[in-house]
DNA sequence: CTGAAAGCGCTTACAG
DNA sequence: CTGAAAGCGCTTACAG
């Protein structure tokens, strides 16, 4: 742990040029600059983040906020911010709020609020130049203040906050397309199982699909739309009461809000002695890795995880060059996976 | 961003005091101790991590040093570290190495030694008490030093340093139950579609496998071996160069060492017009999500990612308390989940 | 182009 | 029990 102290005696030059170089500043003769630089490669000197953190005002740092690691979206989403912040020379340091183990994946209780805010003072205290925000789930975000002197990008999720940008799945164009691709496919009885009634994702959604179908002049008030609570036994649940209405005809197509619904689904038709895809048409969201496992391989929608990293953080870097972001709220769309489901 | 010095001019006190209360020494008294708290929790403030880290000694912080965040296995393992290490009161800082992007998963790259390197200093110079490296896959870690001034921990991956203990899983034991579950149920014509010859985890499960046959009477030397190469397509190869082999009799069992490849397996058998469980038993290893989609649901065994993680915190902390450890490599062993697939 | 000095927000002996 | 002072390893005006 050599320190700039020895390092400068080493090198016969005073502790203020070492950092001059180090910061890349112009007022150092190229002569002492490759001299030192020659040395701090023999001793292998680190800079001692921890100090200079604590004097500098600009850290070239981004404070990553992170609902819960274990989310099946989240490291897709760290990969691509960290794809960006490298790229750009930034370094990157990370708060896991750990939503699901320690406030049963509720952002409404006190202590929930409570860590996050003081997570932000640290990140604060670190002078980080900004922060991203990393949703578990796509929610409305409430307690970020907007007052901070850093900018905040919240990715995967939304907020009304004027001045926090937000990027997020397209939602409405990904049912929208989904349901041309059904139509175009000769499907027109079509049904639908959400994710929840309360959910934004089923909201935009409903929204994309309703208006293609009104395209079509198909009439929406005829779709059967059953919430399957986002799990595969509530996807079952759901097929079930889809198949089962005995008012309505049977739908040729079922479009589930994501792939482990769509998998419960498969379940009930199984079961029925169906099968997804040749009797009904199955389409699943997420593509998540287990879409292409099941049998038949299941059509979805996958999700960009890492694109919206990338876009977070790109949004990050206008913010923090000042650059006009007219970008509150961005949707980065989906991409359609065809497999054999429909 | 209120500082100590303000909040001790706000108290009536001397930053020392403050210190000394926010670091629990006992030489304050109650009354000024429970004057300044409130007034702490009235003001929001917290103290400065980074200012405090560049003085003491004791941080009550362990460095993470993760391999690749987006390996299927990582996030649940920070998770099992985190439990213990908030339980303990400690906080934890992590760096991601990023290896499957930066370095094409490959630690012989120089250029992984080197970053993994700075990275160590950067720890040390946050002053950490303790480093957990986190592998992205089994294998054998060769560049931490072992003269470091802090306990490291391997979770996850083998070392042969004597000074760094491990935690993995047992693999030597999950073949052998695996084996003799298969007895168990009949069957004793095996074969094995393995990972990588050279892997670590492929010789320790064939010991297990083999000794269990041994115990039986089962001639070991003619169950078929073939390395799929870990994926989906691999071990749909392999299970094809199993079935095609003319020279020995058809297996009634296909032991894989995951379950993509068990994926790959039953694509062929369903390609063949066969059933997987009916006509040939398949089990896998891993229990990843996938498993249990798949069509029979896999009989597998499941890996305690989460349980790693917490051994591997509890050796830190046990080193860090200077307890005597006789735990070089520690084995967590694997949980069978028996489903229908044999 | 170079360096002496102040200071970032804390902790740690040490003196009282 | 309390506080003044030194110092952690840097960066940042500022003077030369």
Redesign the interface.
Known sequence: ?ITVKELAARCGVSIATISNILNGKSNVSEETKQRVLKIIKET?Y?P????S??RATKTKTIGLIIDD??AFS???L??GI??ICENAGYKT??E?L?IY?KYENQPEKNEYKENL??II??L????VEGIIFIAANSREVTDIPENLPVPVVVAYAYTKAASIPTVEIDDYNAAYETAKYLLSKGKTKLAVIGGAETSIHDKKRIEGFEDALDEADIDFSKVKYIPGNWD?QGGYNACKKILSDSNSETPDAIFCFNDLMA?GAYDYL?EKGKIPGKDIAIIGFDN???SE???PPLTTMEIPLKEIGRKAAEVMFKKINNQKTDCKAIKVPCTFIERKSV
Chains 1, 2 share one sequence.
């Open positions: 742990m292998g680190t001692n983040y921890m100090a953190r604590l690691l274990t989240t490291p897709s760290v990969d960290l794809d340091v990370s896991n750990r183990t805010s003081s003072s640290q604060l205290a670190y002078k595969r998998a199984y998540r890795e287990v496992y099941l049998n």
